[in-house]
């Protein structure tokens, strides 16, 4: 496994820019490489999209929907014998309105355990993955020389710089997951406001 630093840019030329500065600083090409990093939810990691099998907020919609099935079906069967006793309805009225409050109580209590999840994870990203969209400059490293390339990184303008270990082969990060969360390096971190 080789030692890898990374920063992330806004643009192309502010990228190329700063693999310039590593250039400068006695990097070598084979070991700089500037690649895209997608938004959010676009790295196609499933055949019909997406990077995850369910949305995070979405994990407790379908307890929600068992609880609002069953609120659902006993306010619209209630409901289905009020108006049986009421107007001498036929039993199916009943029925159909048990249903109809079974379907309309599955579809509120799951938005609902929707709504209460985003609401009560505020403090937590929407998605599991920490890394956000731009150009990502990576640069493979020695233990020696990977506070060398951060501090290159920093001062040509990169932010959320990393250290990673991963496979570096003909001249790129081979195995780079977007998904996996970065380690920041210590003295670079960026302080975080809550």
Known sequence: MSLIVAARFTTFPAAESAAQ???DAGFVEEDVTLFFVNPRGQHARFPIGGDTDTD???REAPKGAGIGVTIGAVIGAVV???IFA???APLLVSLLAAGVGAYVGSLAGAM???HE???SDHRVPYHEEARDSGVLVAVHVSPDNQLQAARVLREAGGVAIEKATGRWQQGRWADFD???TP???KEFAEKRVM
Request: charged share 30%; aromatic share 8%; no cysteine.
């Open 21 to 23: 500065k590593l250039f």
């Open 56 to 58: 995070p907020a979405a």
């Open 80 to 82: 289905g014998v009020a």
């Open 86 to 88: 009421a107007f001498s």
């Open 112 to 114: 609902s355990r929707t």
């Open 117 to 119: 999840r985003r609401k």
């Open 178 to 180: 977007p998904l996996k």
């Open 183 to 185: 380690e920041p390096i």
